[in-house]
């Protein structure tokens, strides 16, 4: 059974930083791409990060200069640096694993207060 198991999220005060996990259990086939999207209470899912296999990405305007995303694709598996955390980037984060179909992460939940 495949799984992306998420790790790094919880409480942290706004200007601090976080920095959430993302690998697979049971996926052997080669991951072109993976990233993160988040979705806070009332809104709509958001791209937050992506990135290939060959280390090109791309951010949400949001998060351009904050968050950094990077890949070990030995592990397959995907991280977030979030810096400067303001209080709109709370909500729940998902990754995604992108092979021959998406695989999604269970969420894990990202609280910055003021």
């Known amino acids: 059974q495949v799984q992306l198991v998420e790790s790094g999220g919880g409480l942290v005060q706004a200007g601090g930083s976080l920095r959430l996990s993302c690998g697979p259990s049971g996926i052997t086939l080669s991951i072109n791409s993976m990233g993160w999207y988040r979705q806070a209470p009332g809104e709509q899912r958001e791209l937050v990060a992506a990135?290939?296999?060959?280390?090109?990405?791309n951010y949400a305007d949001s998060v351009k200069g904050r968050f950094t995303i990077s890949i070990d694709n030995a592990k397959k598996t995907v991280y977030l640096q979030m810096n400067s955390l303001k209080p709109e980037d709370t909500a729940v984060y998902y990754c995604?694993?992108?092979?021959?179909?998406?695989?999604w992460g269970q969420g894990t939940q990202v609280t910055v207060s003021s």
């Open positions: 990135i290939t296999r060959g280390g090109a990405s």
């Open positions: 995604y694993a992108d092979t021959y179909r998406r695989y």
